[in-house]
C-alpha cells in the first residue's frame, strides 16, 4: 500500500504516532548512529527525535552526547526544540514524555567554556589572516581563508565558512589548491543538505581534478625537474599513485553527485553515480562524517531498482565487485536483489516494508521513501505480467501478497498512466493485454509509404512542368561567365 513512512500518523487520541518501531519495523538505534561522527551524527540524531517519538528519549540523549563532543553550543537549542516538539506533539497525559533535564541535563559550565574557546580561535585565526593580507603572502591568505572556512564550519556558521571557502580560490596558485577547496565546500554543502549546489562544485572539482592530474604529470615527464622530482625508475610508481589519487578523489565526486541527483529525485542519475563510487577506503574522511558505507548500498540499489532494467542490474550491481562490498554491509539489501532478480516480488515488498522504517529514518532518503516503493512497486507489476496475454487477478494477488481489489486498484493506475498496454475484466477479474494487430499495422505502413511516394512524384512532375514552360528562374548576368572562367582558371592550373 502507498504509504510514506516518512509522514506522522494520527493515533487515537489525536497526537502524532511518527515512524514506527517495533518487530515487524526493526530499527537499532545505537548500532545505526555509531557509524556516524561529528554534525552529520547530530543531525541524523535531530531528524530521528523528529520523526519517531518512540526513540525520541533514546535519541536526544546519544545527541547531547555527540554535542558535548562538538565545538557547537548551538546545536544543543536545535536538538532540544526538536525534542520539545515532539514531545508536545505525541506525549499523553498517562504517558508523559521524560523531560529534558531528567535524561541528559545541560552543562553551562561546557557552554562557557567552549564559547570562549571559540572566541579565542576566532580572534587567533582572524589576526592572522589579516597579517598575511598584508605581507600578500598568497599561499598564507589562502590557508588562512582555508582554516577560518573550517572553523566556522565547526562552530556552526556555514554562511561565512562557504564566504570563506571560495574567498580562497582567489589565491589558488595549482589545480590541487583549488580542488581542495571544491571538496571543502561540497563537505559543507552535503552537511547542510544543499543538493542544488552541489553539480557546480562538483563540475568545479572535476576540472581542477583534471588540471591537477595534468600539472603531476607535466612534472613528473620533465627531466631538468629540481630535487625531489622524479628519478629514473620512477615513472611507473608515480603513474599508479596520480591513477590512485584520481580514483580516490572521483569516488568522494560521484557520491556527491549521487547525493545531489537524489535529493533533487533524478533517481536514474542518482543510480548510476552511486554505483560507480570506488572502495569505501577511497571515501577516507568521509566515510563517517558525511556518509557510512551502508547508507551507499541502500542509496544505490533503491534508485537502481526503481528505473533499471533487470538486464542493467545484472551488470552494474550483481557483476560490481566493489558495490558487492557495500552490499555485504547490509544484509537485506543482498536478500532485496536476489528477490527482484528471482521474481519474488512478494518478498521484495515485504522487505521494502519490513525496513521501511530505517529508510524514513535516513535523513537524506526519507524524503524519496514513498516515491521510491512505489517506483520499484511499479516496476515489480510490469515484469510480473509482460510474458502473460491474460492473467487472473486473483494469481497477481497471491505473487504480490495484495488483495484482488489492491491489484486492479494498481493495474488500472498503470494501465491510465500508459504504463500497462492492457485492459481489465472487472467482472471476470481479468487482465487482457491490448493484442497488436499485425496484418492492419503492416497494411497502415504499406498505405503510408504508398502515400509519401505519391507526395514525391507530384514534386517532381511539378518542376518538371515548370522547366517545361521556362519558369525556371536563372542566374544573375554574369555570374555563368564567373563560372566559365573560374572553371577554365582550374583547368590551366591543372595542365600546368
Known sequence: MD????????????????????????????????????RTAIFRLIHIISHCPTLAPEAYKAAVEHVYQSRDPQLYQQV???????????????????????????DPKWIDETNARNA????????????????????????????LGNFYRAVGDPATALKHFTKSREFCATGQHVLEMCLS?????????????????????????????????????????PA??????????SARKQSADRDRIQSKLDFAQGLANLGQ????????????????????????????????????????????????????????????????QEPYVRELIEAYMASKFKVVLEVLGRYSTRHALDIHLAPHVSALTTSIRNWAVKLYFQPFQSIKLDRMSAAFGWTVDEVERQVVRLIQSGEIQARVDSENKILLAKKTDYRADLFER???????????????????????????????????????????????????
Request: proline fraction near 5%.
Open 3 to 38: 504509504v510514506d513512512m516518512a509522514d506522522a500518523q494520527p493515533t487515537q487520541h489525536g497526537k502524532q504516532a511518527g515512524v514506527p518501531v517495533d518487530d515487524a519495523h526493526p530499527f537499532d538505534l545505537e548500532s545505526y548512529i555509531s557509524n556516524y561522527t561529528g
Open 80 to 106: 532540544l526544540s526538536a525534542y520539545e516538539s515532539v514531545a508536545a506533539s505525541a506525549g499523553t497525559p498517562d504517558a508523559p514524555f521524560p523531560k529534558p533535564e531528567d535524561i541528559m541535563p545541560l
Open 120 to 147: 579565542n580561535e576566532r580572534v587567533k585565526l582572524e589576526v592572522e589572516l589579516k597579517s598575511y593580507t598584508n605581507n600578500m603572502i598568497k599561499e598564507s591568505i589562502r590557508m588562512g581563508h582555508r582554516d
Open 185 to 225: 565546500v561540497l563537505e559543507l554543502l552535503i552537511e547542510q543538505r544543499n543538493y542544488t549546489h552541489l553539480p557546480t562544485y562538483v563540475f568545479k572539482a572535476e576540472t581542477a581534478l583534471d588540471a591537477a592530474v595534468a600539472q603531476e604529470k607535466s612534472a613528473s615527464s620533465n627531466p631538468m625537474a
Open 228 to 237: 625531489g622530482g622524479v628519478v629514473a625508475g620512477s615513472s611507473g610508481s
Open 265 to 328: 529525485g533524478y533517481y536514474d542519475k542518482a543510480a548510476y553515480h552511486f554505483l560507480r563510487v570506488g572502495p569505501a577506503k577511497d571515501l577516507e574522511d568521509w566515510a563517517g562524517t558525511l556518509v557510512a558505507p551502508a547508507d551507499i548500498a541502500i542509496y544505490g540499489t533503491l534508485c537502481a531498482l526503481s528505473s533499471y532494467s533487470r538486464a542493467a542490474i545484472k551488470a552494474q550491481i550483481l557483476e560490481n565487485s566493489v558495490f558487492g562490498a557495500y552490499v555485504e
Open 446 to 496: 504499406a498505405m503510408k509509404a504508398g502515400a509519401d511516394i505519391q507526395e514525391a512524384n507530384r514534386k517532381v512532375l511539378l518542376r518538371m512542368r515548370f522547366q517545361q514552360a521556362d519558369l525556371v528562374i536563372k542566374a544573375p548576368k554574369g555570374h555563368a561567365s564567373q563560372q566559365q572562367q573560374q572553371l577554365e582558371m582550374s583547368m590551366f592550373t591543372q595542365e600546368a
